[in-house]
T-cell receptor, first 116, second 116 residues
Framework: EAGVTQFPSHSVIEKGQTVTLRCDPISGHDNLYWYRRVMGKEIKFLLHFVKESKQDESGMPNNRFLAERTGGTYSTLKVQPAELEDSGVYFC??????????????FGSGTRLTVV | AQKVTQAQTEISVVEKEDVTLDCVYETRDTTYYLFWYKQPPSGELVFLIRRNSFDEQNEISGRYSWNFQKSTSSFNFTITASQVVDSAVYFCALSEPYNQGGKLIFGQGTELSVKP
């Protein structure tokens, strides 16, 4: 079984540019979560999809961040325009049923975003 | 509110020493799960253990062991005879109940450096 795949693994962009991160969950996993770790701080929840619907987006920092999950398969997280404080590692995780953490999350390897 | 505290920001040990990483959590839920993840220098999140709130038995896996004590709301992680390959950032996390989405609340992480 393929794991959770994230693209790209690294991205370096200039302040003001746009970046799109992609996450391919494990096939059949309805739940998809985005998290990020800003340098030296804790990993923070961004949002949770159940299929194509946003179940919880309480962690999205501001309206420069837009997440989509068309068709309930892969998800994208767009940052537009990027700011310096957006630098960090963005993780995606998927789970087969509601309440993923209780039954098993699978994390991707993350996208390291650097805004210069 | 749920919270996870890892008071040790950085720990440095010499190879073969034992080391304990502390984790204290806060929750009002009676059912919850606790996790430990490892983030090596390569960046991915590696799952180490999941423990539910009704199982207070300590667990041992090779050189790793975990001590879960509900009375003190702690879930500490011990590495016995540490090795250089154990160098990483270690995160403790608490899950929301499954009917609230199941997202993870992470501690700030403990950066462990094991020197030869």
């Amino acid at each position: 079984e393929a794991g959770v795949t994230q693209f790209p693994s690294h991205s370096v962009i200039e302040k003001g540019q746009t970046v799109t991160l992609r996450c391919d969950p494990i096939s059949g996993h309805d739940n998809l979560y985005w998290y990020r770790r800003v340098m030296g701080k804790e990993i923070k929840f961004l949002l949770h999809f159940v299929k194509e619907s946003k179940q919880d987006e309480s962690g999205m920092p501001n309206n420069r961040f837009l997440a989509e999950r068309t068709g309930g398969t892969y998800s994208t997280l767009k940052v537009q325009p990027a700011e310096l404080e957006d630098s960090g590692v963005y993780f995606c995780a998927s789970s087969p049923i509601q309440g993923g953490a209780n039954y098993g999350y699978t994390f991707g390897s993350g996208t390291r975003l650097t805004v210069v | 509110a749920q919270k996870v505290t890892q008071a040790q920001t950085e720990i440095s040990v010499v190879e073969k020493e034992d080391v304990t990483l502390d984790c204290v959590y806060e929750t009002r839920d009676t059912t919850y799960y606790l996790f430990w993840y490892k983030q090596p220098p390569s960046g991915e999140l590696v799952f180490l253990i999941r423990r539910n709130s009704f199982d207070e038995q300590n667990e041992i896996s090779g050189r790793y062991s975990w001590n879960f004590q509900k009375s003190t709301s702690s879930f500490n992680f011990t590495i016995t005879a540490s090795q250089v390959v154990d160098s990483a950032v270690y995160f403790c996390a608490l899950s929301e109940p499954y009917n609230q989405g199941g997202k993870l609340i992470f501690g700030q992480g403990t950066e462990l450096s094991v020197k030869p």
